[in-house]
Protein backbone atom coordinates (compact mmCIF):
# COMPACT_ATOMS: atom_id res chain seq x y z
CA UNK A 1 0.00 0.00 0.00
CA UNK A 2 1.18 3.60 -0.67
CA UNK A 3 1.06 6.21 2.39
CA UNK A 4 3.61 8.61 0.58
CA UNK A 5 2.10 11.78 -0.72
CA UNK A 6 4.76 13.59 -3.25
CA UNK A 7 4.05 16.81 -4.23
CA UNK A 8 4.51 17.76 -7.08
CA UNK A 9 3.98 15.22 -9.09
CA UNK A 10 5.86 16.72 -11.91
CA UNK A 11 8.27 19.49 -12.39
CA UNK A 12 10.21 21.18 -15.01
CA UNK A 13 12.95 23.77 -14.51
CA UNK A 14 15.75 25.20 -16.22
CA UNK A 15 19.81 23.88 -15.33
CA UNK A 16 20.92 25.10 -12.92
CA UNK A 17 17.78 26.46 -10.97
CA UNK A 18 16.91 24.49 -7.78
CA UNK A 19 14.18 22.05 -7.09
CA UNK A 20 12.21 21.19 -4.43
CA UNK A 21 10.29 17.85 -3.97
CA UNK A 22 7.84 17.10 -1.04
CA UNK A 23 7.41 13.93 0.78
CA UNK A 24 4.26 13.27 3.46
CA UNK A 25 3.50 9.71 5.71
CA UNK A 26 1.00 8.84 7.64
CA UNK A 27 2.66 7.18 10.47
CA UNK A 28 5.12 7.04 12.40
CA UNK A 29 8.32 5.70 11.14
CA UNK A 30 12.20 4.57 11.43
CA UNK A 31 13.80 6.41 8.47
CA UNK A 32 12.98 7.72 5.64
CA UNK A 33 14.54 7.12 1.85
CA UNK A 34 15.26 8.92 -1.29
CA UNK A 35 15.87 7.30 -4.56
CA UNK A 36 16.36 8.11 -7.88
CA UNK A 37 14.50 6.56 -10.89
CA UNK A 38 15.73 7.12 -14.68
CA UNK A 39 13.33 5.71 -17.17
CA UNK A 40 13.23 1.93 -17.88
CA UNK A 41 16.22 1.43 -14.61
CA UNK A 42 15.86 0.75 -11.39
CA UNK A 43 15.94 2.97 -8.67
CA UNK A 44 19.37 4.27 -7.23
CA UNK A 45 19.70 5.27 -3.44
CA UNK A 46 20.07 8.48 -2.46
CA UNK A 47 19.77 9.04 1.08
CA UNK A 48 18.63 7.72 4.11
CA UNK A 49 17.14 9.93 6.95
CA UNK A 50 16.51 8.88 10.44
CA UNK A 51 13.56 9.70 12.57
CA UNK A 52 15.98 11.66 14.88
CA UNK A 53 17.34 13.58 12.25
CA UNK A 54 16.75 16.55 11.08
CA UNK A 55 18.48 17.42 7.93
CA UNK A 56 21.52 15.50 6.01
CA UNK A 57 23.25 16.46 2.83
CA UNK A 58 25.08 14.52 0.17
CA UNK A 59 26.54 16.64 -2.55
CA UNK A 60 23.81 19.17 -4.01
CA UNK A 61 21.40 16.99 -2.12
CA UNK A 62 19.78 17.92 0.85
CA UNK A 63 16.97 16.12 2.94
CA UNK A 64 14.71 17.80 5.62
CA UNK A 65 12.95 15.59 8.12
CA UNK A 66 9.68 16.67 10.08
CA UNK A 67 8.84 14.13 12.16
CA UNK A 68 5.86 16.05 13.58
CA UNK A 69 4.36 17.05 10.64
CA UNK A 70 5.23 13.65 8.76
CA UNK A 71 6.83 15.48 6.46
CA UNK A 72 10.37 15.34 4.19
CA UNK A 73 11.68 17.39 1.35
CA UNK A 74 14.44 16.62 -0.97
CA UNK A 75 16.21 19.70 -2.34
CA UNK A 76 18.65 19.44 -5.55
CA UNK A 77 20.75 22.54 -5.80
CA UNK A 78 22.26 24.15 -9.29
CA UNK A 79 20.22 21.09 -11.02
CA UNK A 80 21.68 19.75 -14.26
CA UNK A 81 20.17 18.05 -17.10
CA UNK A 82 21.47 14.98 -15.72
CA UNK A 83 19.24 15.40 -12.84
CA UNK A 84 16.22 14.64 -14.91
CA UNK A 85 14.39 11.52 -13.57
CA UNK A 86 12.14 9.99 -11.08
CA UNK A 87 12.17 10.71 -7.53
CA UNK A 88 10.60 8.80 -4.60
CA UNK A 89 10.20 9.14 -0.69
CA UNK A 90 10.28 5.58 0.99
CA UNK A 91 9.36 4.96 4.25
CA UNK A 92 9.98 2.28 7.48
CA UNK A 93 6.89 1.96 9.48
CA UNK A 94 8.14 2.03 13.58
CA UNK A 95 5.38 -0.40 13.89
CA UNK A 96 6.53 -2.77 11.53
CA UNK A 97 9.92 -4.24 11.74
CA UNK A 98 9.90 -6.42 8.23
CA UNK A 99 12.21 -4.22 6.32
CA UNK A 100 9.47 -2.91 3.82
CA UNK A 101 9.42 0.31 2.52
CA UNK A 102 6.16 2.02 1.31
CA UNK A 103 7.07 4.53 -1.62
CA UNK A 104 5.35 7.87 -2.29
CA UNK A 105 3.65 8.18 -5.44
CA UNK A 106 6.79 10.04 -6.92
CA UNK A 107 7.53 13.05 -8.39
CA UNK A 108 9.19 13.78 -11.95
CA UNK A 109 11.67 16.17 -12.20
CA UNK A 110 12.76 17.63 -16.09
CA UNK A 111 15.58 19.61 -16.34
CA UNK A 112 16.08 21.56 -19.50
CA UNK A 113 19.51 22.00 -20.59
CA UNK B 1 26.40 1.66 -2.44
CA UNK B 2 25.98 -2.25 -2.24
CA UNK B 3 25.23 -3.55 -5.53
CA UNK B 4 22.29 -5.91 -6.66
CA UNK B 5 21.80 -7.58 -9.34
CA UNK B 6 18.75 -9.24 -11.90
CA UNK B 7 18.91 -11.37 -14.88
CA UNK B 8 17.64 -11.12 -17.07
CA UNK B 9 17.49 -7.60 -17.82
CA UNK B 10 14.66 -8.14 -20.48
CA UNK B 11 12.70 -10.84 -21.29
CA UNK B 12 10.28 -11.74 -23.68
CA UNK B 13 8.32 -15.06 -23.78
CA UNK B 14 4.77 -16.22 -25.39
CA UNK B 15 1.90 -16.58 -23.21
CA UNK B 16 1.58 -19.52 -21.22
CA UNK B 17 5.29 -20.57 -20.57
CA UNK B 18 7.32 -19.47 -17.46
CA UNK B 19 9.76 -17.00 -16.90
CA UNK B 20 12.66 -17.17 -14.26
CA UNK B 21 14.12 -13.62 -12.68
CA UNK B 22 17.10 -14.19 -10.72
CA UNK B 23 17.70 -11.48 -8.01
CA UNK B 24 21.39 -11.26 -6.45
CA UNK B 25 23.20 -9.03 -3.62
CA UNK B 26 26.41 -9.13 -5.18
CA UNK B 27 28.94 -7.59 -1.98
CA UNK B 28 26.81 -7.82 0.86
CA UNK B 29 24.48 -10.49 2.74
CA UNK B 30 20.89 -9.78 2.61
CA UNK B 31 18.87 -10.84 5.00
CA UNK B 32 15.56 -9.94 3.37
CA UNK B 33 14.94 -9.56 -0.20
CA UNK B 34 11.65 -7.46 -1.67
CA UNK B 35 10.20 -8.27 -5.26
CA UNK B 36 8.44 -5.47 -6.95
CA UNK B 37 6.12 -4.43 -9.43
CA UNK B 38 6.31 -0.87 -11.83
CA UNK B 39 3.78 -0.05 -13.84
CA UNK B 40 4.56 2.31 -16.51
CA UNK B 41 4.35 6.29 -15.12
CA UNK B 42 3.72 4.64 -11.47
CA UNK B 43 5.18 4.56 -8.35
CA UNK B 44 6.50 0.46 -6.76
CA UNK B 45 4.12 -2.07 -5.76
CA UNK B 46 5.13 -4.46 -3.07
CA UNK B 47 4.93 -7.96 -4.44
CA UNK B 48 6.05 -9.92 -2.03
CA UNK B 49 9.02 -10.35 0.94
CA UNK B 50 11.43 -13.03 1.82
CA UNK B 51 13.40 -14.29 3.97
CA UNK B 52 16.32 -16.79 3.00
CA UNK B 53 15.28 -20.76 3.75
CA UNK B 54 11.64 -19.43 4.34
CA UNK B 55 8.07 -18.81 2.62
CA UNK B 56 7.87 -15.56 0.97
CA UNK B 57 5.23 -13.29 2.69
CA UNK B 58 2.98 -12.26 -0.09
CA UNK B 59 0.93 -8.80 -0.48
CA UNK B 60 -2.56 -9.07 -0.54
CA UNK B 61 -4.05 -9.01 -4.31
CA UNK B 62 -0.91 -11.02 -5.35
CA UNK B 63 -1.66 -14.90 -6.35
CA UNK B 64 1.36 -16.97 -4.85
CA UNK B 65 0.90 -20.04 -7.47
CA UNK B 66 1.62 -17.55 -10.13
CA UNK B 67 4.61 -15.56 -8.68
CA UNK B 68 6.92 -18.26 -7.06
CA UNK B 69 9.31 -16.70 -5.02
CA UNK B 70 12.29 -19.28 -4.06
CA UNK B 71 15.47 -17.42 -1.74
CA UNK B 72 18.01 -20.63 -1.58
CA UNK B 73 20.58 -18.20 -0.10
CA UNK B 74 21.82 -15.13 1.91
CA UNK B 75 22.39 -13.50 -1.98
CA UNK B 76 20.03 -14.97 -4.02
CA UNK B 77 16.27 -15.23 -4.87
CA UNK B 78 14.22 -15.87 -7.57
CA UNK B 79 10.80 -14.90 -9.22
CA UNK B 80 8.94 -17.18 -11.40
CA UNK B 81 6.16 -16.08 -12.93
CA UNK B 82 4.06 -19.02 -14.05
CA UNK B 83 1.88 -19.36 -17.02
CA UNK B 84 2.76 -16.05 -18.05
CA UNK B 85 -0.30 -13.96 -19.92
CA UNK B 86 0.41 -10.63 -21.55
CA UNK B 87 -1.45 -8.87 -18.21
CA UNK B 88 1.67 -9.50 -16.33
CA UNK B 89 4.25 -7.57 -18.76
CA UNK B 90 5.68 -5.58 -16.31
CA UNK B 91 8.67 -4.43 -14.91
CA UNK B 92 9.74 -6.29 -12.12
CA UNK B 93 12.42 -5.26 -9.74
CA UNK B 94 13.93 -6.52 -7.03
CA UNK B 95 15.86 -5.07 -3.65
CA UNK B 96 17.79 -6.43 -0.88
CA UNK B 97 18.23 -4.95 2.32
CA UNK B 98 20.49 -6.02 5.53
CA UNK B 99 19.40 -6.03 8.95
CA UNK B 100 22.21 -5.05 11.66
CA UNK B 101 21.73 -5.85 15.46
CA UNK B 102 18.04 -4.20 15.38
CA UNK B 103 18.60 -1.81 12.60
CA UNK B 104 17.64 -1.96 9.09
CA UNK B 105 20.37 -1.10 6.57
CA UNK B 106 19.47 1.20 3.01
CA UNK B 107 17.32 -1.18 0.88
CA UNK B 108 18.96 -1.74 -2.41
CA UNK B 109 17.50 -2.07 -5.61
CA UNK B 110 18.42 -4.09 -8.69
CA UNK B 111 18.14 -2.55 -12.18
CA UNK B 112 15.06 -4.08 -13.19
CA UNK B 113 13.41 -7.02 -15.29
CA UNK B 114 11.48 -6.15 -18.61
CA UNK B 115 8.90 -8.62 -19.31
CA UNK B 116 6.85 -8.68 -22.29
CA UNK B 117 4.39 -11.57 -22.75
CA UNK B 118 3.01 -11.94 -26.37
Known amino acids: SQQGEEDPQALSIQEGENATMNCSYKTSINNLQWYRQNSGRGLVHLIL?????REKHSGRLRVTLDTSKKSSSLLITASRAADTASYFCATDARSSNTGKLIFGQGTTLQVKP | GAVVSQHPSRVICKSGTSVKIECRSLDFQATTMFWYRQFPKQSLMLMATSNEGSKATYEQGVEKDKFLINHASLTLSTLTVTSAHPEDSSFYIC??????????????FGPGTRLTVL
Open chain 1, 49 to 53: IRSNE
Open chain 2, 95 to 108: SARALSGHVWDTQY
